[in-house]
């Protein structure tokens, strides 16, 4: 935490110290991205790099690691590995490759259309269809969804009409959801779909019953700054790495502010 604080202060030689004695106490892929981001801060490109790959060791798991590490990268001109690292967090959460922030940077725009064709061609199929649709290719959607079994097929098409208006479609959708109701993916869709439709309504009572399924997710996952993240978690085992494996406090936002950081919305 003192690091954290002397790092979102400006104080980057005893940020990077502290967070080096903490990555190397404990292997946390947090600490070491965040000496990696202090290093960078320093000019000190060798030495963030090797961090970085001490964090991904294990952090390649998380979201919040993989686009970490890729905006470092990107600074330090490494543009290949930093795309891979992007397309391994769509992969994590697919609703990723919808984000607007991502391919609205100035390095990343003009290549983010491959960034979304390699993670749709790395996809298992039941997954494939979801990235096209969330990064507006409805179409490519339907089409990947063809090639589904009869059962995820009739739901993913369900949901990408849905997703583009069609409120049919959404009714039937919450017909599978009433028939199956133990079945968090139909939940989750019904919620999300609630959500970008902007139905208020549906979109908390599928929050709740995705609360008491104790999985899903009501919203897209959505790159932010610091301030605007203020007490989320998404994208970060961390919380839970602390708690039950360390047996210490750990803060809900163990990254550094200069790094992105992750909200479900």
Excluded: K
């Amino acid at each position: 935490m003192l690091a954290l604080a002397e790092a979102n202060t400006g104080d980057h030689p005893a940020a990077a110290d502290l967070f080096r004695r903490a990555a190397e106490a404990d292997g946390l892929p947090q600490s070491w991205l965040n000496l990696a981001a202090e290093e960078e801060q320093l000019g000190r490109a060798d030495a963030a790099r090797a961090a970085l790959d001490r964090a991904l060791r294990l952090g390649g798991q998380q979201e919040i690691v993989n686009l970490g590490a890729s905006d470092l990268l990107l600074r330090m001109g490494d543009d290949s590995v930093a795309d891979d690292l992007i397309v391994d967090a769509i992969l994590l959460t697919p609703s990723l490759a919808g984000d607007p922030t991502l391919p609205s940077r100035p390095d990343l725009a003009p290549r983010w259309p491959a960034i979304i064709d390699r993670a749709i061609g790395r996809a298992p199929p039941a997954e494939a269809w979801e990235i096209a649709l969330v990064a507006g290719r409805p179409e490519e959607a339907m089409e990947l969804a063809a090639g589904l079994d009869e059962e995820p097929r009739d739901i993913a098409t369900h949901v990408i009409d849905a997703w583009t208006g069609d409120r049919d479609a959404y009714a039937r959708l919450q017909a599978l959801a009433e028939q199956s109701p133990l079945d968090p993916t139909l939940v989750s869709w019904c919620a999300r779909i609630a959500n970008r439709l902007g139905l208020e309504d549906d979109l908390d009572r599928y929050g709740r019953w995705i609360g008491i399924l104790n999985a899903g997710t009501t919203g897209e996952l959505r790159v932010v700054d610091a301030a605007t993240a203020l007490g989320s978690r998404a994208g970060s085992l961390a919380p839970f790495y602390g708690h039950y494996t360390y047996r210490r406090p750990t803060p809900w936002d163990l990254i550094v502010a200069s790094l992105p950081h992750l909200v479900v919305e």
